[in-house]
T-cell receptor, first 111, second 115 residues
């Protein structure tokens, strides 16, 4: 199946720093989702995006639906230790279809 | 809202036995449920999509006779790993979609270890 490419693959940052990660595809998607997964747990939905150009925030997290509809970005401001985890993007081409998942970005926050 | 549960969270079994994993949407009706498999430090691999009352659609390379999926109601889907072998050991996660939203909510996962 199709897989979305996430960048960077892993990040090691100092507490308090801002974080940026992105997700790209060769195909157009109409819905983008961002999830966070802690070790041994299922992914938890962070932000959902439904419109090209849309910018949506959830606390310190902000995600954007790329204008080309082939990418999406997630930013985390003022990182804290509990932000540690793996972040996955997921894209859906058409309503009712499956979501394709990204390769994941592993985030480590150093206190 | 949008809570999905899985049971059991951990299962250890002997090779050759069958294991059933349940996935329930607790506060919404899930018209569609998905089953994923995840290996350590890797992304989620979609195994199959199930719609309530109909046969599951399996992804290429996933044996439908080995991974039996039943979606008998709008709140319950089950995955049965038949004649499990050590290579079936993995983290299995379900997700559910419903309530009119184009989002997926994941269960907490089930870790399967086949000895």
């Amino acid at each position: 199946g199709q897989q979305l490419n996430q960048s960077p693959q892993s990040m090691f940052i100092q507490e308090g720093e801002d974080v940026s990660m992105n997700c790209t595809s060769s195909s157009i998607f109409n819905t983008w989702l961002w999830y966070k997964q802690d070790p041994g747990e299922g992914p938890v939905l962070l932000i959902a995006l439904y419109k090209a150009g849309e910018l949506t925030s959830n606390g310190r997290l902000t995600a954007q639906f790329g204008i080309t509809r082939k990418d999406s970005f997630l930013n985390i401001s003022a990182s804290i230790p509990s932000d540690v985890g793996i972040y996955f993007c997921a894209g859906q081409k058409n309503t009712g279809n499956q979501f394709y998942f990204g390769t994941g970005t592993s985030l480590t926050v150093i206190p | 809202g949008a809570v999905v549960s899985q049971h059991p969270s951990w299962v250890i079994c002997k090779s050759g036995t069958s294991v059933k994993i349940e996935c329930r949407s607790l506060d919404f009706q899930a018209t569609t449920m998905f089953w994923y498999r995840q290996f350590p430090k890797q992304s989620l691999m979609l195994m199959a999509t199930s719609n309530e009352g109909s046969k599951a659609t399996y992804e290429q390379g996933v044996e439908k006779d080995k991974f039996l999926i039943n979606h008998a109601s709008l709140t319950l889907s089950t995955l049965t790993v038949t004649s499990a072998h050590p290579e079936d050991s993995s983290f299995y996660i379900c997700s559910a979609r419903g309530g009119g939203a184009e989002t997926q909510y994941f269960g907490p996962g089930t870790r399967l270890l086949v000895l």
